[in-house]
């Protein structure tokens, strides 16, 4: 690790960068942490020079790089944010103050879990460049655990699968997202890591061959359909998320086809069609395989197609097809948003996606009455599915959510006045798990007066859980006074 690197790395990335800020940067923070070591035994400076350089190979811009290099200064030594804001700009000072306040942050119990999520959830509405920043440096952190007694990795690497990769994954940083999981899933479950990188390594190791063969047979017969490619690479899947769906399916590693996948990136959405029409025609499609997650993306933006085809020696092999952009979005999510080439079109803030707009209301209700932490983690980190309206319109839900959450997702009155639903135009229970792209359509009873205290059991929620809580306090409330009110009036004058 080095500042040489790091400028080499800026520098092939976008030749225009102020290199000398940059190293400027580098100097003043070298100065601030001189002396100062890390647990392993190596300069301090090497940690926020490796965050830095994270920051550059994904592209990002010299504001956010620089901010890397400085986002311990304020902690760790005498300097200041004023000299900070004095030296580089209010911009890059902001940022550094936005980290230094989620510094102190420490998993311990569901209390204080609630209130970092409240500052991670405050910080992202602020400046999601923060959390950006925080995520390089949490990688760095996680990669040298060796180096801290027992205990404090299992801490760190636990807080890291708990609070940072469910983040990172809502907004839509998959690699990054795969990364802390993988180096966090190390320290949580020794056993299970091991035994799926064993499972990762064998089926590599096997299908390898035929991998080779079954890209180079897809490749010519694409080029002879003049489809043109960007890039045609193997992907390996990330050891935690392959731990999860190894659990989904009952440890049955066989019925897990994406191991090992082929991903084909293409220039336009036309060619991702155009390939997976000769990718079906070389090979036959898996039934119910198709996933066209381009006219249908994932609430946190991802957009790909995803098939699995049987192959050579029937081996099931999944192809996904995507865009250039629709792949440093995949891999980098908002964090895309802030590579260089962006600037060139004049923008310099990020899409606000949905999500990040809602993080206002979040801070307003969950915060303050979460009781149960399952409730947020179902909420707001588990996986995530869309469900159509008939208007067209898309909710965004935890997965095997039920018609009445969609119902309170639109709007209370409608969770209130609930009495039925159609999925996909049949007659559907409303606790029946609703899957990704179902079409909802919920029945309502204009002169129903609440929802059914019953509903508890099943939905999923913390929305739906509370307002229908609420109804019934409501509810209990109004009985009483009435009651009140009967005795009052059948009193003795």
């Given amino acids: 690790m080095s500042i040489e690197r790091l400028l080499n790395t800026v520098k092939n990335n976008n030749p225009e960068a102020d290199l000398d800020l940059i190293r400027l940067a580098y100097d003043y923070a070298a100065k601030a942490h001189d002396g100062q070591k890390r647990a392993s035994g190596e300069p301090y400076i090497n940690h926020p020079l490796a965050v830095a350089q994270y920051l550059a190979e994904i592209n990002l811009d010299t504001a956010i790089i620089i901010a890397g290099l400085l986002h311990d200064v304020p902690e760790d030594t005498s300097a200041t944010i004023k000299d900070i804001e004095k030296n580089f700009g209010s911009d890059i000072a902001s940022m550094v103050a936005g980290i230094t306040k989620l510094g102190k942050l420490k998993y311990r119990g569901v209390e204080r879990y609630v209130e970092n999520l409240r500052k991670m959830f405050i910080a992202i509405a602020q400046d999601v460049r923060i959390m950006i920043i925080k995520f390089a440096d949490r990688l760095h952190n996680l990669k040298t655990l060796d180096s801290l007694p027992e205990n404090k990795r299992y801490r760190i690497a636990l807080e890291s699968l708990e609070m940072f990769a469910p983040i990172a994954g809502r907004l839509g940083m998959g690699e990054i997202k795969g990364q802390l999981e993988d180096l966090s899933f190390k320290y949580v479950d020794a056993e299970n890591y091991q035994l799926m990188l064993k499972l990762q390594t064998e089926s590599s190791s096997v299908h390898q061959k035929n991998l080779d063969k079954i890209k180079e047979i897809t490749e010519k017969e694409l080029a002879s359909a003049r489809v043109p490619i960007i890039s045609f690479h193997g992907r390996i899947k990330h050891l935690y998320s392959l731990f999860r769906k190894f659990i989904r399916y009952n440890k049955e590693i066989d019925k897990i086809y994406d191991i090992v996948a082929l991903r084909v990136i293409v220039p336009t959405i036309a060619d991702c069609y155009a390939s997976l029409g000769i990718i079906h025609k070389l090979w036959r499609p898996v039934p119910n395989r198709i996933k066209d997650y381009i006219a249908q993306p994932k609430p946190n933006g991802y957009q790909s197609l995803h098939t699995a085809t049987f192959c050579l020696e029937g081996q099931i092999v999944e192809f996904q097809i995507r865009t250039e952009k629709m792949h440093e979005e995949a891999e980098y999510g908002i964090a895309a948003h802030w590579q260089y080439k962006e600037h060139k079109t004049g923008e310099n803030k990020a899409k606000q996606i949905s999500w990040i707009n809602e993080l206002a209301q979040i801070q307003k209700t969950v915060f303050k009455n979460v009781k149960d932490i399952e409730n947020l983690k179902i909420d707001f980190f588990q996986n995530r599915i869309f469900v159509w309206t008939p208007r067209g319109d898309i909710i965004d839900l935890p997965e095997a959510a039920t018609p009445v959450d969609f119902a309170y997702a639109i709007h209370t009155d409608v969770g209130n006045k609930c009495v039925g639903c159609r999925i996909n135009n049949q007659l559907s229970s409303l606790d029946t798990p609703l899957k990704n792209?179902?079409?909802?359509?919920?029945?309502?009873?204009?002169?129903?007066?609440?929802?059914?205290?019953?509903?508890?059991?099943?939905?999923?929620?913390?929305?739906?859980?509370s307002r229908i809580k609420t109804y019934a306090k409501s509810s209990l409330g109004d009985w009483i006074k009435d009651k009140l009110s009967i005795i009052k009036e059948n009193l003795p004058n």
Avoid: C, H, Q, S
């Avoid at 792209?437 to 309502?444: F, S, T």
């Avoid at 205290?453 to 999923?460: A, D, E, N, Q, S």
């Fill in 437 to 465: 792209g179902d079409i909802a359509e919920i029945i309502i009873d204009k002169k129903r007066k609440g929802p059914n205290p019953g509903w508890l059991k099943f939905v999923k929620t913390n929305g739906a859980k």
